[in-house]
């Protein structure tokens, strides 16, 4: 496992240096420069060990885009446990490709850089391991319209359904779950019989990301944030701790409803531009390190953030999600390293398939986050890794700024546990 040779140089204001960083590129020329925030740039450098030598790579240190909530394209409003803000692959995707290049990311999540290239008029390629990202992301690169969504709920029989599983009464009235069980029997058997279409399969996306949360515009009993479930015991002590128990809630009523959300952002001009990049869309299921749907030499640029040490568990997180989906959580092999030498050798297997499948000369922005409250620095993991596998580095980049809502709602404080940054090793092919 390759360790840093020495600590990051102690940070200076760019505006203090004598001199421009070495092989200064016109992205690391804005970022030294900028001052969106009124903040200055603080310069480092990043030293890692690499098998040729010590690696160093300029950083630098600013707040890129706004901590405020909700500031990307409201397509984007679904739960999903540890994704990044949409103006992460934005701020990549408008310095580094062109309208028509493909953007890939080889582990898509609920596809927040494939939607966001996509919107901006990029090809989305992604991957992932999860079988549920593609059904999360490719309902929204061809939305359908709201009167079709309320069309098809109404059209639905969503009555006759016994109660399958009823340790699900934890979290759900039993007219609910009747209502949810019926819907997930049509969806599973339209996906059987191969029928299941543009509009069926926007309403299991919604209907996914309504099963839990903390508010009435979920199906739930009050819970845990949406994009995760805690399990039945656990929420039986929820529910005995509340003094609350599950109420009626009309499940057409709250998928129309977060439909209407969703749509309501969805220009004419969003449905042009998105259908002009969709139909050349490519969503594979399978691990980083073997993605054979895509060709060689075909991406421009990849903006990804991989699963990091043992941080989310998808099991847990994603059991009620996966049933209702016919998926076995049991299967769905997420990389899980316990150590940084584990890490360290699973995304060396990810970089030599990017290396395959980007083009000379095209870009990786490779998202590692803070990891065990920033005693664990992986973007030095990663610069010899990548180089090994045949990429240059070009920079460091770490976004730093204070907690969002998610992070406060976990009880964290700023500067206290938790992502405090997020860090972004530049890459070229």
């Not at 990549?92 to 890939?104: I, K, N, Q, S, Y």
């Not at 899980?336 to 060396?348: F, G, L, Q």
Request: net charge positive.
């Amino acid at each position: 496992m390759p360790k840093s040779a020495q600590k990051n140089r102690q940070p200076m204001l760019f505006d203090e240096l004598r001199r421009e960083p070495e092989g200064t590129s016109p992205i690391a020329r804005e970022l030294a420069g900028w001052r969106a925030f009124g903040k200055r740039t603080a310069y480092s450098t990043t030293v890692a060990a690499g098998a040729s030598g010590r690696i160093v790579v300029d950083t630098f240190t600013n707040e890129y885009w706004s901590s405020a909530q909700r500031q990307g394209h409201g397509l984007h409003e679904v739960s999903y446990r540890a994704c990044f803000k949409p103006e992460l692959p934005a701020f990549f995707v408008e310095r580094l490709t062109r309208p028509g290049d493909v953007v890939h990311d080889p582990f898509m999540g609920r596809g927040t850089t494939l939607l966001e290239a996509a919107l901006r008029g990029r090809v989305p390629f992604g991957n992932d391991v999860n079988p549920l990202s593609a059904m999360l992301l490719r309902p929204r690169l061809s939305p359908p319209r709201q009167a079709d969504v309320e069309a098809r709920l109404a059209a639905l029989d969503l009555g006759a359904c016994e109660v399958v599983r009823e340790d699900l009464l934890a979290f759900y009235h039993p007219d609910t779950l009747r209502e949810i069980g019926a819907l997930r029997s049509y969806l599973l058997a339209r996906a059987r019989e191969g029928t299941l279409d543009a509009v069926d399969d926007w309403i299991r996306m919604v209907a996914v990301n309504r099963l839990t949360g903390h508010s009435p515009g979920f199906l739930s009993v009050y819970t845990m944030p949406p994009n995760q479930a805690v399990s039945v015991a656990a929420q039986l002590r929820i529910n005995e701790k509340r003094n609350q128990t599950p109420p009626r809630r009309d499940l057409r009523a709250v998928v129309a409803r977060k439909s209407k959300a969703l749509l309501a952002a969805v220009s004419d001009e969003d449905r042009a531009t998105l259908a002009a990049v969709a139909s050349r869309a490519v969503l594979s299921t399978a691990p980083a390190n073997a993605t054979p749907s895509i060709p060689d030499a075909s991406i421009d640029l990849v903006v990804t953030s991989p699963p990091f040490l043992d941080i989310v568990q998808y099991k847990d997180d994603n059991w009620l999600r996966c049933w209702f989906c016919g998926i076995d959580a049991e299967s769905v092999q997420i990389t899980m390293a316990r150590t940084v030498d584990a890490w360290a050798a699973s995304m060396r297997a990810a970089f030599l398939e990017l290396r395959r499948v980007v083009k000379p000369g095209g870009h990786v922005a490779f998202e590692v986050g803070e990891v065990r409250r920033g005693s664990v620095r992986l973007e030095e993991v990663v610069l010899p890794v990548a180089a090994t596998a045949g990429f240059q580095p070009e920079l460091v980049m770490i976004h730093a700024q204070k907690f969002t809502k998610t992070a406060n709602c976990w009880g964290i404080g700023n500067n206290d546990k938790g992502t405090n940054t997020q860090r972004v090793v530049v890459l070229r092919r």
